[in-house]
T-cell receptor, first 113, second 114 residues
Framework: AQSVTQLDSHVSVSEGTPVLLRCNYSSSYSPSLFWYVQHPNKGLQLLLKYTSAATLVKGINGFEAEFKKSETSFHLTKPSAHMSDAAEYFCVVGDNYGQNFVFGPGTRLSVLP | DSGVTQTPKHLITATGQRVTLRCSPRSGDLSVYWYQQSLDQGLQFLIQYYNGEERAKGNILERFSAQQFPDLHSELNLSSLELGDSALYFC?????????????FGPGTRLTVT
């Protein structure tokens, strides 16, 4: 069975400072991992995905995430936060052997001026 | 724009009524997923279809049903509506039936039950 834990329900950073959103997963098989962003009253947009290629994955809008198998983590980072990054972020695990996608509970990112 | 379209954008209806939400997947995608997002429950997976066949079921109530048509569009039917069914309903599509194929989400249908 798969599961996803997002360790912080809310993260607040100042504009121009680094962003770290934490995600830990559990999967019986080789997982695929995704980060999605949801701006208020909008659909979810794919930020990046890991599918067993390079462990450091670069996404859109300057975000990147590193797959660490030993830590079962897939944390999302960005060097410098922008006001437009304020949104809800979801970590998702997909099992490549037929299990369905499992969404984490989400982390709300606030960016202060 | 993800390429996934959902209609209507907003829907307001009364308790006990029935509504149909429609989703058109991205061109070439065979798989359609339905999700419900509410403040108290978060994002809940309801059901998945792949090339016209039901593939996976999540937390979908018996009052809810869905289908995927030969042209691959999908409809989610919600009946005997209750106040608690008020939520954002998202459709997503993907090329394949499972990971590593990512899902692309539509803009959602906001359902308000009064």
């Amino acid at each position: 069975a798969q599961s996803v834990t997002q360790l912080d329900s809310h993260v607040s950073v100042s504009e121009g400072t680094p962003v770290l959103l934490r995600c830990n997963y559990s999967s019986s098989y080789s997982p695929s991992l995704f980060w999605y962003v949801q701006h208020p009253n909008k659909g979810l947009q794919l930020l990046l995905k890991y599918t067993s290629a390079a462990t450091l994955v670069k996404g859109i809008n300057g975000f990147e995430a590193e797959f660490k198998k030993s830590e079962t983590s897939f944390h999302l980072t960005k060097p410098s936060a922008h006001m437009s990054d304020a949104a809800e972020y979801f970590c998702v695990v997909g099992d490549n052997y037929g299990q369905n996608f499992v969404f984490g509970p989400g982390t709300r990112l606030s960016v202060l001026p | 724009d993800s390429g996934v379209t959902q209609t209507p954008k907003h829907l307001i209806t009364a308790t006990g009524q029935r509504v149909t939400l429609r989703c058109s997947p991205r061109s070439g995608d065979l798989s359609v997923y339905w999700y419900q997002q509410s403040l108290d429950q978060g994002l809940q997976f309801l059901i998945q279809y792949y090339n016209g066949e039901e593939r996976a079921k999540g937390n979908i109530l018996e009052r809810f049903s869905a289908q995927q048509f030969p042209d691959l569009h999908s409809e989610l039917n919600l009946s005997s509506l209750e106040l608690g069914d008020s939520a954002l309903y998202f459709c997503a599509s993907s090329v394949g039936a499972q990971a590593p194929y990512e899902q692309y989400f539509g803009p959602g249908t906001r359902l308000t039950v009064t």
